[in-house]
């Protein structure tokens, strides 16, 4: 297992009572699905983005960090690719 920190924007057209619900359904599903463990979440709300993406100008901010095994983050990055519910997503690898 090796420790991972992820920044993803969810698109806006998630309400933000709903944002729990996709983080749920999108990274703690698939992390524990795959043997791996989501350590914290933290949601930095919407804010405004740096440049328009899909002709969006804001998005919902989730920071998380999670342990998993290095197979399964190309199978956890296909499916955030491929959701319309994120605009972008970031992983990046903690340990040595």
Known sequence: MRRYEMVVIITPDVADDDVDDAVE?????????????????????????AY?????????????????????????ERSLQISEEVLRHLLIRLDE
Do not use: A, F, M
Not at 25 to 49: A, F, Q
Not at 53 to 72: A, D, M, R, W
């Open 25 to 49: 359904r999108l990274i703690k599903r698939p992390v524990e699905s795959d043997g791996g463990t989501l350590d914290e979440v933290d949601l930095w709300g919407r804010r405004k983005l």
């Open 52 to 76: 328009p993406i899909e002709k969006h100008s804001e998005g919902t901010y989730v920071l998380t960090q999670l342990q998993l095994n290095p197979g399964s983050t190309t199978e956890l």
